[in-house]
Nanobody, 119 residues
Framework: QVQLVESGGGLVQPGGSLKLSCAAS????????MGWYRQAPGKQRELVAA???????NYADSVKGRFTISRDNAKNTVYLQMNSLKPEDTAVYYC?????????????WGQGTQVTVSS
């Protein structure tokens, strides 16, 4: 059974930092694009950052220069370092694993971790 388990969320003051981790129990973890999404109350889920199997990264414009995504294939783990946090970063953050096969796209989701930025 595939599991993605997020950790590292919490309450932080504006300007502070948090580091999220997502441990994945997936065969061939290195073949997956790993991403972090977030969903704020009343809003749609949005992509925050992603890192491909080849190590290429992309970020939402709202987090560029503040967040960094990385992966450790030896540990089957993806990270999201979040600096200079703003109240608008408050959301539930979800880990995603995606892989395109010839006949289908595989998607797995974690259960989410709450990040609250408030003074």
């Amino acid at each position: 059974q595939v599991q993605l388990v997020e950790s590292g969320g919490g309450l932080v003051q504006p300007g502070g930092s948090l580091k999220l981790s997502c441990a994945a129990s997936i065969n061939i973890f290195s073949a997956y694009t790993m991403g972090w999404y977030r969903q704020a109350p009343g809003k749609q889920r949005e992509l925050v950052a992603a890192v491909t199997s080849g190590g290429s990264t992309n970020y939402a414009d709202s987090v560029k220069g503040r967040f960094t995504i990385s992966r450790d294939n030896a540990k089957n783990t993806v990270y999201l370092q979040m600096n200079s946090l703003k109240p608008e970063d408050t959301a539930v953050y979800y880990c995603n694993a995606a892989r395109n096969l010839i006949t289908a796209t595989i998607n797995y989701w974690g259960q989410g971790t709450q990040v609250t930025v408030s003074s």
